[in-house]
């Protein structure tokens, strides 16, 4: 993954928790678009773990740590 991607999976994942207090504050929101949101935050963290997971496991193999 490049840093470029990254950067604007750590940008979207802002965003995200941004629209999900809003909609926990505000109410207006349904809950459909609620655990749309929800859902898609667990996919980004899902991509970060496998992204520093296999940086993690690359990183042991070369003896790096």
Do not use: P, R, W
Request: include cysteine; hydrophobic fraction near 30%.
């Amino acid at each position: 993954m490049t840093n470029k991607k990254l950067e604007e999976m750590i940008y979207d994942y802002g965003e995200t928790l941004k629209h999900i207090g809003k909609c926990e504050t505000d109410g207006k929101t349904g809950l459909k678009e609620y655990n749309k949101l929800v859902d898609h935050k667990e996919k980004l963290v899902e991509q970060f773990n496998e992204h520093f997971n296999s940086n993690s496991k690359m990183a042991q193999s070369l003896n790096i740590f």
